[in-house]
């Protein structure tokens, strides 16, 4: 009975230890409508910032209009 209370007296330590017990709020969820959607060309360009010159005017070359 002894070996039962301080197992259980383990678990609630352990518990609170890492947060179970916390009165912390849930986060918000998250409204997927109010996101915008990036704009390809301005994604592209942030993307190839750091490549060489001739790699990057190859890579415009091909860029869907």
Do not use: H, Y
Not at 25 to 42: H, R, T, Y
């Amino acid at each position: 009975m002894l070996r039962w209370l301080s197992f259980i007296g383990v678990v609630v330590v352990a518990l609170t230890v890492t947060g179970c017990g916390t009165k912390a709020k849930e986060l918000p969820p998250v409204n997927e409508a109010s996101q915008a959607a990036p704009d390809p060309k301005e994604a592209m360009n942030k993307a190839m910032q750091g490549m060489p010159p001739d790699v990057r005017k190859k890579m415009e070359q091909n860029m869907p209009k």
